[in-house]
C-alpha cells in the first residue's frame, strides 16, 4: 500500500510558475514511477508525464513538453511537477499516481492516487 499526498497548489496569475510536490507514505516508494495528471472542470483527467523509479528517465505528454518538469527525490519520498508559464486554461486538480515497477499513460495502469491540488490560473 502506499499513501500519496499532493501539496502546492494555489490561486496564480497567468505567466507564473508553480511546483507541485507529492509525498508518498507507506512501501518502498523508490519501486514504483510516479506519474502526474490534471483534470480540470468538465473534461477528462488528462497525462502529463512520467518518471521512473529512480529519477533517471522522464516522458511527457507531446502537448507538455517544455512547459512542465517532473523530478523526484527518494530520499524524502518525494516528488515534483513544475509547472511553467501557466495559463488560466491550466486551471484543474493535480494528481500523482504511481504505478509499481512499469509505466503508463494511462489512468487505470496506475495502482495508487493521491486526492489532488487544485491549482487555479487568474488572468
Known amino acids: 500500500q502506499v499513501q500519496l499526498v499532493e501539496s502546492g497548489g494555489g490561486l496564480v496569475q497567468a505567466g507564473d510558475s508553480l511546483r507541485l510536490s507529492c509525498l508518498a507514505s507507506?512501501?518502498?516508494?523508490?519501486?514504483?514511477?510516479v506519474g502526474w495528471f490534471r483534470q480540470a472542470p468538465g473534461k477528462e483527467r488528462e497525462f502529463l508525464g512520467q518518471?521512473?523509479?529512480?529519477?533517471?528517465?522522464?516522458f511527457y505528454a507531446d502537448s507538455w513538453k517544455g512547459r512542465v518538469t517532473i523530478s523526484r527525490d527518494n530520499a524524502k519520498n518525494t516528488a515534483y511537477l513544475q509547472l511553467n508559464k501557466l495559463k488560466p486554461e491550466d486551471t484543474a486538480v493535480y494528481y500523482c499516481?504511481?504505478?509499481?515497477?512499469?509505466?503508463?499513460?494511462?489512468?487505470?495502469?496506475?495502482?495508487?492516487w493521491g486526492q489532488g491540488t487544485q491549482v487555479t490560473v487568474s488572468s
Open positions: 499516481a504511481a504505478i509499481f515497477q512499469s509505466y503508463g499513460i494511462l489512468n487505470h495502469q496506475y495502482d495508487y
Open positions: 507507506g512501501r518502498a516508494f523508490n519501486k514504483y514511477s
Open positions: 518518471i521512473s523509479e529512480n529519477g533517471e528517465n522522464t
